[in-house]
């Protein structure tokens, strides 16, 4: 499929409500223009598509949010460098793209560097870089197996995100909550180390083009009845290898 391809299917599936609500971002455009399509939508036609990186390298360079969009989506993550990486964090129109490009179940993130760059972005001047990072970041939260970073890793991302997320951008400080519900649902040590920053500061508000949104509830999120039962949480306390509670194991050893 060629660029002028995807740009007329695009047209074909143009939503003038979502065309409507993109023109209301404004100057947040970054100049690009958009067919008002939905993130559900796009990764339908991206499946469609399937993995193109000649294609996606074409898309990039349009001024078409949608195809960017999908540029993102069918590019090969087997071949995606830290070079490239690099310089498409820079051309994410002022971080208009940064929620597909690091999160949303991200191509990015399915790169073999990914916990690395994550980590390096965190701590980036570059608020962007940073907005990324956490996205990368809450995608690393969902790994399993070999591939998943331990423990100590992200008990060490929770206490950064305590340590700064006061100072933080709206954008970065979703990203970091987002990070921290997806750290939070790994392991009852986790669980709690997340629990414990999301209750210092509460649900993170935020705007959408259609106006203010019911505010990020971390801890809603980590104390569902679901997560409690997975983890062998407990209101009062946290079960071990043998289903007792800490406080249960200290009364039996006295």
Known sequence: MTVSEVLALLDAERDERGMSNWEKLGPSTAGMRSYGIGLTRLRKLAKRIGRNRELAHA?????????????????????????????????????????????????????????????????SDDPVRRDCGYGLLYEASKFSGKKAPSEEFFLAHVERIADTIGTESEKVRLSMGAALMGIGKRSAVLNEAALNVARDVGPIEFTSASGECEPFDVVKHLTTDRLKEKLGRRDNGITDGLGLRENERGAGSS
């Open 59 to 123: 898309l990039w360079k349009t001024d078409v949010y949608d195809a960017r969009v999908i540029a993102l989506l069918v590019d090969d993550p087997a071949r995606i460098t830290r070079e490239q990486a690099e310089k498409q964090v820079e051309e994410l129109a002022g971080g208009m793209l940064a929620h597909v490009f690091a999160s949303c179940d991200a191509t990015l993130a399915k790169t073999s560097f990914v916990v690395e760059l994550a980590d390096q972005w965190v701590r």
